[in-house]
């Protein structure tokens, strides 16, 4: 068989939706990529195995890739952090983690794209906190389970702004 003939009907249903024309330099990605120790050695664009299946091979397109490859967000943290676990693990099925709570915003690109397929969250959705008890939608318990509780308390306290998450986080 050709280089030029079409690949048989079978494999051709079983390549992801994305295919994109190769480049000299790029990065042909296997299942451990040991060569690639650190984020820093990340500077080509990664091509995944046509078996990945998970997110990030799926929207980390050339242009995504172009645009960002060389970003960071306000903390300093750097897009190859963000998708360094990924890139390691090509069977992640996310493969991109934000390092810093400004990394959806820095690299928004991809990570809406993500939120949206994996969450069904649009980028112009809105949450909407209801803080009103009387509002919960909650099974009552049986009555000996609600014997058992003598007190509850619920607090929720979280600031993560500009503190680094997963990737990005150093002594």
């Not at 079983?14 to 480049?23: F, I, K, L, N």
């Not at 820093?40 to 664009?45: A, G, N, P, T």
């Amino acid at each position: 068989m050709s280089n030029n003939a079409p690949a048989p009907a079978q494999a051709q249903a079983s390549q992801p939706a994305r295919v994109e024309e190769e480049s000299k330099g790029d990065i042909h990605l296997t299942g451990n990529n040991a060569e690639l120790k650190e984020y820093s050695d990340l500077v080509q664009y990664p091509v995944f195995p046509s078996q990945s299946d998970g997110m990030l091979p799926k929207y980390l397109t050339r242009e995504v890739w172009n645009k960002y490859k060389n970003a960071t967000d306000s903390t300093g943290c750097t897009f190859t952090q963000c998708i360094f676990s990924g890139i390691k693990n090509v069977d992640s099925g996310i493969g991109v983690y934000a390092g810093s709570p400004d990394s959806y915003t820095a690299f928004s690109g991809l990570f809406d794209k993500i939120i949206e397929d994996y969450h069904g969250h649009k980028p112009t959705d809105k949450h909407v906190s209801d803080m009103e008890a009387s509002h919960l939608k909650a099974p009552p318990f049986e009555p000996h389970e609600a014997a058992m509780i003598k007190s509850t308390r619920i607090r929720i306290a979280r600031n993560y702004d500009d503190v680094k998450l997963g990737p990005c986080i150093s002594k």
